[in-house]
């Protein structure tokens, strides 16, 4: 836009040019048809038919100037009757251009602030949800860290789990070793067994010396009448051989007698040993029947806790491998997402400076839109005030188009601004429906948390079980271990009684 001065300037010049050319034509015309003078009658010289001749066509060529002029008078009225009904029609326009434009520029700026108002909560919103998600984002980190901290503690009980695996192979080594110990055991059994059956020997041979002893008792009877018979032989005979022959016997008898007195009392001792050796034997052999129950029994729960332990384990080698794998490819998703968070969330900020950039270049065009619009409304105010009889209806018809396009204009700027803000209000509805959407992503983060965390504590109960069953298992063994201490002792001292009745024998 021209500055004022400057279209007033031009204005005056042209108008100044406009006078200059009317009193130059009138000149002219002055020039050329001069106003008759009033003078007394002339003589007639003696050309005076060629004067008259002259005269007369001046006077026609006079005449018909007047008739001209007045025609031009006329032409000059009508032109200023139609100036004047222009600058009646063009005050009106204007007047209804002014009132439709100051309405227009009213609407333009209450919806121009509304829209901005709007743009403005809509960016304070936006950064309340950038900040939300930004406090999401970092808590999904921390998130990320207690997943990884679970990983670590998933390791650290698949080592020790290992370990428990290490404790349960030397356990089969101690078992192992247990049943070498329970065969030596079983093969001092069948030692005792043998044993056993020479008692069993001792006692035919007791039942024998029983018979041989029931002889040497007949035989002492059978002696202790013929010694009776000899004695009342000897009675009545007198014979010193026979006296002899009586005393040989009577010794005889007494180391008979003593010998059996002493075969007695080793059959009484033997019949005691024999008892005591009986009873301990079958206090042996219950007790090594039930050590073998036992034995048995801790094997097969051993054995039972073994493939327990193997299953756990491998569940929860299979569990920790899916954990891996789960908590992975959610660091990954959960990755992805907040790269397309921030890249959406950088989108937004850029539009929100866009629209903030529009916003404010659309408030200084409705600004300079109120400048040119006053500017205009003074140029119509000078032409107004400028003399009728020198308005070109050029200059306000041109003038009357330059309102019309600006008119326009503003038409297509409010049905641009329209359409923006439609967009823009279509973009505000995708963003909100983004937002729902990472609403809904974070709360299915915190639901696979949550999915996480019950398989953790379920591996901390297995875990806890499994610590329980080993303490178990270990009190198992301590018990074993001290009945097989008992059972290595009752052997030592069964091997001792039977070095000691080997040595009696």
């Not at 300037?9 to 200059?20: D, E, G, N, R």
């Not at 930004?134 to 998933?154: A, E, G, R």
């Not at 959407?437 to 019950?454: F, R, S, W």
């Not at 001290?482 to 024998?505: A, F, G």
Request: glycine share 0%.
């Amino acid at each position: 836009m021209k500055p004022k001065n400057q279209v007033s300037a031009q204005k005056q010049s042209s108008l100044t040019a406009k006078i200059k050319t009317t009193d130059q034509n009138l000149d002219k015309l002055q020039q050329q048809f001069p106003k008759p003078k009033v003078t007394k009658k002339a003589q007639v010289p003696q050309n005076s038919f060629d004067d008259s001749n002259k005269v007369d066509s001046l006077i026609s060529n006079y005449n018909e100037i007047l008739t001209q002029n007045t025609h031009l008078m006329q032409k000059v009225q009508e032109l200023t009757d139609a100036n004047t009904r222009i600058q009646e029609h063009c005050n009106n326009e204007l007047s209804d251009m002014s009132d439709k434009t100051r309405q227009l520029i009213l609407q333009l700026k209450s919806d121009q602030q509304l829209e901005f108002q709007k743009q403005t909560q809509s960016h304070r919103l936006l950064q309340q949800k950038y900040e939300c998600i930004s406090i999401q984002f970092k808590q999904q980190q921390q998130t990320i860290l207690d997943n990884q901290q679970q990983l670590k503690d998933f390791e650290t009980l698949k080592q020790q789990n290992n370990q428990l695996l290490k404790q349960e192979n030397e356990f089969d080594t101690f078992y192992k070793e247990l049943e070498t110990e329970n065969e030596s055991l079983q093969k001092q059994i069948q030692f005792l067994n043998k044993q056993s059956q020479q008692t069993d020997q001792i006692t035919h041979l007791n039942s024998l010396l029983k018979t041989e002893n029931e002889i040497l008792k007949s035989e002492n009877q059978r002696i202790t009448k013929r010694y009776e018979e000899i004695i009342k032989h000897s009675s009545k005979n007198n014979n010193n051989d026979q006296t002899h022959l009586i005393n040989e016997m009577n010794e005889q008898i007494n180391v008979q007698v003593k010998s059996n007195q002493m075969l007695s009392k080793e059959i009484e001792q033997l019949k005691t040993q024999l008892a005591l050796q009986t009873a301990n034997n079958q206090t042996l052999m219950n007790t090594q029947k039930e050590a073998q129950k036992q034995f048995e029994e801790q094997i097969r729960l051993l054995n039972q806790n073994q493939l327990s332990t193997q299953n756990i384990n491998e569940v929860l080698d299979q569990e920790i491998q899916q954990l891996k794998l789960q908590i992975n490819h959610n660091a990954v998703q959960s990755d992805k997402k907040i790269k397309n968070i921030n890249q959406e969330l950088k989108i937004v900020t850029n539009e929100n400076e866009v629209l903030t950039d529009e916003n404010l270049q659309l408030q200084a065009k409705i600004k300079q839109l109120e400048k040119d619009i006053k500017i205009k409304h003074k140029q119509i105010k000078d032409i107004q005030e400028e003399p009728s009889d020198i308005i070109n209806d050029a200059f306000y018809l041109q003038q009357i188009q330059e309102k019309e396009t600006q008119i326009g204009q503003l038409e297509r700027g409010r049905e641009t601004l329209d359409q923006r803000i439609e967009q823009q209000n279509v973009e505000n509805n995708t963003l909100r429906q983004q937002i729902q959407g990472l609403n809904n992503v974070i709360v299915l983060i915190e639901k696979e948390k949550e999915t996480l965390q019950a398989k953790f504590n379920v591996l901390n109960d297995s875990n806890s079980k499994i610590s329980i069953n080993m303490a178990e298992i270990q009190k198992q063994l301590d018990l074993t271990k001290l009945e097989n201490v008992q059972l290595q002792k009752q052997v030592q001292d069964l091997k001792q009684y039977i070095v000691t009745l080997k040595v009696s024998d």
